[in-house]
């Protein structure tokens, strides 16, 4: 029995399902962005890397058997973004400091200046990090999963999320005081 007859594969030819897939996945198309950002590299890429997996969500929207869909969406995000980094050998896996969306909305030049080094240094200290540190601690802080979301994402067991963020805030702490003493005359 092929993978379409299996109704994994078809179409969302159902405008309940269309509407479902709509309601259920669309709202977090942000989440699958932001996720894609810390993948790939450029800001294209990371678009691509989103489009791509949205489009593969919709056409396996007929094998989704209910459950958390932010996390089933993220999980082909990072599916699909370590697929295309494992054909693109040369390809960097963390995504540059997008100043859009991490922007703070501050009132003074002299703050935003000061946020704006701030983030960058943050930024740094994150791509230092090996991929699935980071992966753990953006799906973790920045886009608010649960250590259950992020097992179920990942595919790691829960114990091994937990010691992988703890290891990921420890070292990144580490990279950020190193940096700090670095620029400390």
Request: charged fraction near 30%; aromatic fraction near 6%; glycine fraction near 8%.
């Amino acid at each position: 029995m092929g993978r379409a007859a299996c109704g994994e594969r078809r179409p969302l030819a159902d405008s309940n399902e269309r509407t479902r897939f709509e309601e259920l996945v669309l709202p977090h198309l942000d989440a699958a962005h932001n996720l894609a950002r810390w993948l790939v590299r450029p800001e294209a890429e990371a678009q691509d890397l989103a489009q791509e997996a949205m489009l593969r969500a919709y056409r396996f929207f007929g094998g989704f058997r209910g459950g958390d869909a932010r996390a089933w969406l993220l999980k082909i995000v990072r599916n699909t973004g370590y697929t295309r980094l494992a054909t693109a050998r040369g390809a960097r896996e963390a995504a540059p400091f997008d100043e859009e969306v991490h922007a703070v909305s501050e009132v003074t030049p002299e703050s935003l200046a000061i946020a704006g080094g701030e983030r960058e240094r943050l930024a740094r200290a994150l791509e230092a990090l090996p991929a699935r540190s980071r992966e753990v601690l953006v799906l973790r802080e920045l886009e608010g999963c649960s250590y259950k979301e992020i097992a179920e994402i990942t595919g790691i067991p829960i114990g091994t999320v937990m010691s992988t963020l703890s290891r990921a805030r420890q070292r990144l702490q580490e990279t950020l005081a190193a940096a700090d003493q670095r620029e400390t005359p």
